[in-house]
Structure formats: structure tokens, C-alpha cells
């Protein structure tokens, strides 16, 4: 007799999903995944429950693990019981069940597999048949080189790349990539005319180009370069218009990395203070990168109607990501004004003021803000390069992060915090953590005397 969990392992390592949905009575849970409010260091799985034959009411079964609880992200945690999770339903609906003999059911889905394979395996024989006897019956003419053997031209690649790129890239990203992907192009053109077709460029001249970058720019410009090239190389390697992508193994420079220094509390509340009284739109865009942690282009999208007053909830297009939703709490929902009397589509914030029409896009409108609040509030405070509107992002998770640890572990701070501020994993709000210097030691002094 087939043990079920073994059954199931077996299943989910074949990663094969059968196209067969048996008609059964319902006798069964829809299987879930138990995450534990997303506490890492707790054990995460695949549970259900089946109908006992005996008593006729639904049981729960022993939880599925997998292998899941061996890895330290949410996210690949996720991605293996998501697939347990897919693999036990497809069980169940064949008809699978913990409390009889499964040999049957499995006997029959394997005599429903080999059919299938003795079919495909039929379709080949007549097809390689059949080749066969064209082949002897076309003359073969002189070997020549043909279109298909040169591959595509250079213009035949990039406009391709860029049908694709148009569909699924977002504009800001859009633009620069063509940007990068158009200059190298017009490289191309006037360094390397003897170049003709797409497969003879190869890592030596892509090398060359971004040489040449840097030397006219930077470092951290020329990876930006290599990163699009990367793009373009995988999607032609994608579509077989080259043999592979060797922009993967050129690497990426060292660059020193710059950030917004974080306000002091004096600081914070002497923006705040001048900004009540001179421009209280850019005070009210400032503390929602402040306390809804948005980043500011993600405020420069925000529509009247993206605000759920009834849930006291927002909807926003974060960093590359779908749509989210976050609370609004109440240190800032008391700030919000009457949104009533303006339409859906209206943008929340414009150039005017609160709520309105404004054409652009959110690059431009960020860049707006930014010289504004250069204009109203660096020049005022004598503000240097280190500090901008990201920098209150920086200052308020800091703040939040010390208080939540004072009455929690470190670990349980930052599972909360995760929730509040809407990183993706522990690990990239732990990187985060250290690069804006949220955690800092006690005084050590002690030790050292």
C-alpha cells in the first residue's frame, strides 16, 4: 500500500500537473497553507481535511511539510507549499484519499499516462516516416548560405526587443532602457559599420561599449548600461535570435553608494513647523512618505480614488510590484482634507494644490516636488545633497523600528514592521535596516573599559 505523504512527496518532485479532473463527490477540504502570521522561526505547512467513513465528518489530516521549512524567505517558503498545496488538490480530485488502498487509483493514472506516452511516441514514428520519404524525393540543390543561417540583422533585433519592451515595460523604466538600448545602437553604427547581423556581436565589443561609457561617465552609469544590454541580449536568447546571453558574464563595477541621511528630531519638527504655515500641500505629500512610507514617486501617483474612506485604506503602484494596499493610521488620516467634493480620477496631489487634473508623467511630477521642496525647504534650512523627501522615508521607519524593539525581540519588531512598511522579504528589510543605520548596539563601553 502506497503511503499518502510519500505519495504526495513523490508528486510534487515530478512537478508533473495532469490534465485529468475526476468526477468526484466533494469528500474534502480545499487545501490551505498555514504560515504562522508569517513567523519564520515557526514550523509553516499544507494542511486539510477529508471526510472520515467511519463518522462522516470532515477530519483534519497530518499536516504536509515538504521541504518547506528548511528554507529562511517568506517567499521560497511559499513557493513550495504553494506547489504541495496544487499537487495534493490535484490528488484529491483523481481521487486519492488517506483513509483506503490508493494502488487502484494510481495503477489507473499510470495506465492513463502510458497512453498518452504510446500515442506521442506513435505521432513521432510517423512524423520522422514521413520526413524520410520527402527527403528522398527533394533534389538537393548546392549548399547556399541562407537568411536563416546569417540570423537577424541588427535593425531586425532591436525592433523586435523593443515590440516586446513597449508591452511590458512601464514608461519611467521604458525610457531609459531605449535610451541605453538607442546609443548603443548609433555605437554600433559608427564603430563597428562592418557588423551586420546580430549574432556577431559578441562580449569583446559589448565589453568595448561600456568602457567607453565609463570613461565618459561612471561606473554606476555604465552597470546601468550592462543591465539593459543584459535585458535585450535575454530576450533575443529567449527567442533564439542569438545563442546565448554573454552580457551575464561581464560584471558589474564597485560604485560608491550614496543615500539621504536621516533628520534629527529637531530637524523633523522644525520642516514640519515651517511647512504648517508656508506650503501646506508639500507638508501633507511630505508626511505621507513619512508615515504611509511611500516612496515619492508612488505619492505622485496617487488618485482621489485610490483613498477608501470607509476602510481608511490606499491603493498605490509600489517599486516593482503590482498594485498594494496599505492603512492609512491615524496620524495621517486626521491631516487628509474633505476629498469629497473631487472626482475619482482627480490626482491627489498637483501643482495647484490638493486634488485636480495635472498632465505628465510621475517622473515629472516627482521631479516638481523635489525642486519645491528644494526651493521651500533646503535653501530655507541650509539643507545639503545628503538630505531630501526620501529622507523622511528613512527618518519615521527608523523611529518606528526603535520603538517597536523596545517591547519586542529584534525579530518580532522587524515581522511587524515588514507588514507596516511593505518590503517583500525579511531579508530585504534587514539590508534596508543596516544601510539607513536603524540598528544601532547599546553603549558598549562596558567591555572595552
Given at each position: 500500500m502506497l503511503n499518502f505523504n510519500l505519495l504526495i512527496e513523490k508528486e510534487y518532485k515530478s512537478a508533473y500537473e495532469s490534465a485529468y479532473?475526476?468526477?468526484?463527490?466533494k469528500e474534502y477540504s480545499t487545501p490551505k497553507i498555514y504560515t504562522a502570521n508569517n513567523d519564520l522561526s515557526k514550523r509553516w505547512?499544507?494542511?486539510?481535511?477529508?471526510?472520515?467513513p467511519d463518522t462522516g465528518k470532515l477530519k483534519r489530516q497530518t499536516p504536509i511539510y515538504g521541504e518547506a521549512n528548511k528554507y529562511k524567505t517568506k517567499e521560497e517558503r511559499l513557493a513550495v507549499l504553494t506547489i504541495l498545496r496544487q499537487t495534493l488538490n490535484k490528488l484529491l480530485r483523481q481521487g486519492y484519499s488517506p483513509y483506503k488502498n490508493n494502488d487502484s487509483v494510481y495503477?489507473?493514472?499510470?495506465?492513463?499516462?502510458?497512453?498518452?506516452?504510446?500515442?506521442?511516441?506513435?505521432?513521432?514514428?510517423?512524423k520522422v516516416k514521413l520526413e524520410k520519404e520527402v527527403a528522398v524525393t527533394v533534389k538537393r540543390k548546392p549548399r547556399k548560405s541562407t537568411k536563416k543561417e546569417l540570423g537577424a540583422t541588427l535593425k531586425e533585433a532591436f525592433d523586435f526587443d523593443m515590440v516586446l519592451k513597449e508591452k511590458t515595460?512601464?514608461?519611467?523604466?521604458?525610457?531609459?532602457?531605449?535610451?541605453?538600448?538607442?546609443?548603443?545602437k548609433k555605437w554600433l553604427q559608427e564603430n563597428k559599420k562592418q557588423i551586420k547581423y546580430i549574432k556577431d556581436v559578441d562580449k569583446s565589443i559589448v565589453s568595448e561599449f561600456l568602457l567607453q561609457i565609463m570613461?565618459?561617465?561612471?561606473?554606476?552609469?555604465?552597470?546601468?548600461?550592462?543591465?539593459?544590454?543584459?535585458?535585450f541580449f535575454s530576450t533575443l536568447e529567449d527567442h533564439e535570435l542569438v545563442a546565448e546571453n554573454f552580457v551575464k558574464k561581464i560584471k558589474n563595477h564597485k560604485t560608491t553608494t550614496t543615500r539621504n541621511k536621516t533628520y534629527t528630531k529637531v530637524q523633523q519638527k522644525e520642516i514640519f513647523d515651517y511647512l504648517e504655515k508656508e506650503d501646506p500641500t508639500l507638508l501633507l505629500f511630505i508626511q505621507f512618505v513619512s508615515f504611509n512610507f511611500l516612496r515619492p514617486i508612488e505619492v505622485c501617483r496617487l488618485k482621489?480614488?485610490?483613498?477608501?474612506?470607509?476602510?481608511?485604506?490606499?491603493?498605490?503602484?509600489?517599486?516593482?510590484?503590482?498594485l498594494k494596499t496599505k492603512i492609512i493610521p491615524e496620524v495621517l488620516w486626521k491631516e487628509l482634507?474633505?476629498?469629497?467634493?473631487?472626482?475619482?480620477d482627480d490626482?491627489?496631489?498637483?501643482?495647484?494644490?490638493?486634488?485636480?487634473?495635472?498632465?505628465?508623467?510621475?517622473?515629472?511630477?516627482?521631479n516638481y516636488f523635489s525642486s519645491r521642496f528644494k526651493k521651500v525647504v533646503k535653501d530655507k534650512f541650509g539643507l545639503g545633497v545628503d538630505y531630501g523627501m526620501y529622507s523622511f522615508r528613512h527618518t519615521f521607519i527608523t523611529k518606528l523600528y526603535r520603538a517597536l524593539v523596545e517591547d519586542s525581540s529584534p525579530h518580532a519588531a522587524k515581522s511587524k514592521l515588514m507588514q507596516i512598511t511593505g518590503h517583500s522579504s525579511m531579508t530585504a528589510l534587514e539590508q534596508y535596516l543596516r544601510d539607513i543605520d536603524a540598528e544601532l548596539p547599546e553603549d558598549y563601553s562596558k567591555f572595552i573599559k
Open positions: 479532473d475526476l468526477s468526484l463527490k505547512y499544507v494542511y486539510f481535511s477529508y471526510r472520515n495503477q489507473k493514472q499510470q495506465e492513463i499516462l502510458e497512453k498518452e506516452e504510446a500515442i506521442v511516441e506513435t505521432q513521432k514514428t510517423q515595460l512601464q514608461a519611467s523604466s521604458l525610457r531609459s532602457y531605449s535610451s541605453h538600448i538607442r546609443i548603443f570613461t565618459k561617465t561612471s561606473a554606476r552609469n555604465r552597470n546601468n548600461y550592462r543591465a539593459s544590454l543584459s535585458s482621489v480614488g485610490d483613498i477608501n474612506t470607509e476602510n481608511r485604506t490606499l491603493s498605490f503602484k509600489a517599486k516593482n510590484s503590482p482634507p474633505d476629498l469629497s467634493k473631487f472626482k475619482h490626482f491627489l496631489f498637483t501643482y495647484k494644490g490638493i486634488g485636480g487634473a495635472w498632465e505628465g508623467t510621475a517622473d515629472y511630477k516627482r
